[in-house]
């Protein structure tokens, strides 16, 4: 499921809950950039959708935060596409990704909801809880029981889960990895990062990578989001029973000193800035940001650059969602909805975005397409780093989302704002999201 838009998704996650998007997710608004080759290379490896004339005039709503090329692709290419055929026109209908809950609250009370969206994992069941969502696995077992949610990754499935039943299919797999920049490593004489760092390695090479001052100096690293760091240290932000926060516990205080003592000591950027330090080659790492970072954000560098695993603590563990694709509750076009994406999620269009767009693809099929895993221009990776990516999702987790995730989110933002900056103490700004996120599960 994220682009540019990822790139905001995770630093949001940063402060309330995860390690990207992203995704959104993952593919966390973008501004993103058709072989012949795809489908013959999709050929046998999925039962695909039969794409079967509509009787009589059918348009269909579809909202996304996306914009830039890959909007411009649906827009032009693919949904005329779909519409050729099977007669079902798709009207592509802009939603800003940080205003996704109000925006789809005034709908609603306006009665003017799109059939069908893309939603970042960070929204989906705020949405699920007031009701505004098509529960798919009822629907499927009433209309289409031989439907196969197995050939998705079922990491991905376990995120888009709620109270057991299935809401939305995942657009791409978002996967928390670390980058690096291999000239500054070069540069400083130390050897390149691996799938078996520690925390301890983390913070000890950042030290080392760390020189200069001003305007030219070079961070360390970017560390990303502290959900991550979190599962590492064998903790998270909520209580399982999701009845209380656990941001005043010693697991989450010991987690929060680790990241805050790399920023106090000038090796690790403040968490909370936006500005693209790494991608300008100012620091020596970044970490947390999935697949589409390789396009998105990494295709017009001008350094050499690397991949791998995140560093481990007491366990290994890393962010593993995407974005999704759901369809809403009163849609006077169900059916055709669920058909559209059915079809948008066939490994033939999945081929097609992971091309242009660096969208991970979320099913087994796709994946193990010989295609996709040995074009290194898929996904601008190579084979082995694709290797890594899916190794590594034996370790994904999703991050805990309760229906007033945006209040929450308001109460960790402004917090862990003031304590980045050494405005607040640790223990200070961890009480006060603790007391204060409390009220409201």
């Not at 999701?242 to 690790?268: Q, R």
């Not at 229906?403 to 223990?427: G, H």
Request: hydrophobic share 40%; net charge negative; charged share 25%.
């Amino acid at each position: 499921m994220l682009r540019k838009v990822k790139r905001s998704f995770l630093v949001l996650l940063a402060f309330c809950l995860l390690f990207t998007t992203a995704c959104t997710a993952s593919p966390e608004n973008s501004s993103a950039e058709n072989s012949s080759s795809k489908a013959e290379a999709s050929e046998g490896t999925e039962s695909k959708p039969t794409a079967q004339k509509t009787e009589g005039d059918v348009k269909i709503k579809f909202a996304s935060f996306q914009t830039g090329d890959v909007a411009e692709d649906w827009e032009t290419v693919q949904f005329p596409k779909y519409l050729e055929e099977t007669g079902v026109e798709v009207e592509h209908v802009f939603v800003n990704q940080d205003d996704t809950i109000s925006t789809y609250l005034t709908w609603a009370a306006a009665d003017q909801m799109p059939d069908t969206a893309m939603l970042s994992a960070l929204y989906l069941n705020s949405l699920v809880a007031k009701g505004m969502v098509l529960n798919l696995s009822e629907y499927t077992a009433e209309k289409s029981p031989d439907y196969n949610f197995d050939r998705y990754l079922p990491k991905l499935m376990d995120a888009y889960k709620y109270e057991d039943n299935i809401y939305a299919l995942p657009s791409d797999l978002d996967l928390g990895l670390m980058w690096y920049n291999k000239d500054i490593f070069d540069n400083a004489g130390v050897a390149y990062p691996n799938e078996n760092w520690t925390w301890e390695d983390l913070k000890k090479n950042a030290e080392l990578l760390t020189s200069g001052e001003g305007p030219e100096k070079i961070f360390g690293v970017w560390l990303g989001g502290y959900q991550t760091y979190l599962w590492q240290n064998g903790t998270d932000i909520l209580s399982e029973d999701k009845k209380s926060s656990l941001f005043n516990t010693p697991e989450v205080k010991d987690t929060i000193n680790y990241m805050m003592d790399m920023v106090t000591a000038g090796v690790a950027i403040n968490p909370s800035s936006k500005e693209p330090l790494f991608q300008n080659g100012k620091a020596a790492m970044s970490l947390g940001s999935g697949p589409w970072f390789a396009h998105y954000e990494m295709e017009n560098v001008d350094f050499n650059w690397g991949v791998t695993a995140l560093p481990k603590g007491k366990e290994k563990a890393t962010t593993c969602y995407g974005s999704t694709f759901a369809v809403f509750e009163g849609s006077k076009n169900v059916d055709a909805s669920v058909d559209f994406l059915t079809w948008f999620l066939s490994d033939e269009q999945q081929l097609d975005r992971a091309e242009k767009f660096y969208w991970f693809p979320p099913t087994q099929s796709c994946i193990e397409n010989d295609t996709f895993m040995s074009t290194d221009s898929i996904m601008g990776m190579t084979k082995e780093q694709k290797e890594l990516v899916l190794a590594e999702t034996a370790f994904g987790k999703a991050p805990v989302i309760v229906e007033k995730q945006n209040e929450v989110n308001e109460v960790i933002n402004s917090e862990l704002s003031l304590m980045w900056a050494e405005e607040k103490s640790v223990d200070d700004a961890l009480a006060k999201i603790a007391e204060e996120v409390d009220k409201l599960l």
